[in-house]
């Protein structure tokens, strides 16, 4: 069964950077397309950024172009999130999703229904 953690979230001041990260910690053989969304209080979930399972194809929301970057090491069955340039708006908690696809996928997926799997999100407050 595939498991999701994400990890370090926390405070950062605007215009700061922060790195999430996503493990498979159920260690399934599961071939898996991942990708990171977000909700702050009272928003819908939003779309963040996606990857394929071979890594090579990414997708970001507007709002993520040019400040985040999504990447993945299979051979630890983890996702991460880089994040740069953080203003307060980027204030959410941040949930790690992933879908099972056949091996050597080079497929996304951007909206929340494609998704099998969803971790318990870490959250991101961007304050001074």
């Known amino acids: 069964q595939v498991h999701l953690v994400e990890s370090g979230g926390g405070l950062v001041q605007p215009g700061g950077s922060l790195s999430l990260s996503c493990a498979d910690s159920g260690r399934t053989r599961n071939s898996l397309a991942m990708g990171w969304f977000r909700q702050a209080p009272g928003m819908d979930r939003e779309f963040v950024a996606a990857?394929?399972?071979?890594?090579?194809?990414?997708y970001y929301a507007e709002s993520a172009k040019g400040r985040y970057t999504i990447f993945r090491d299979n051979a630890k069955n983890t996702v991460f999130l880089q994040m740069s340039s953080l203003r307060p708006e980027d204030t959410a908690k941040y949930y790690c999703t992933a879908k099972s696809v056949r091996t050597y996928s080079d497929t996304y997926y951007i909206t929340a229904e494609s998704y099998d799997y969803w971790g318990q999100g870490t959250q991101v407050t961007v304050s001074s």
């Open positions: 990857i394929s399972w071979r890594g090579s194809t990414t």
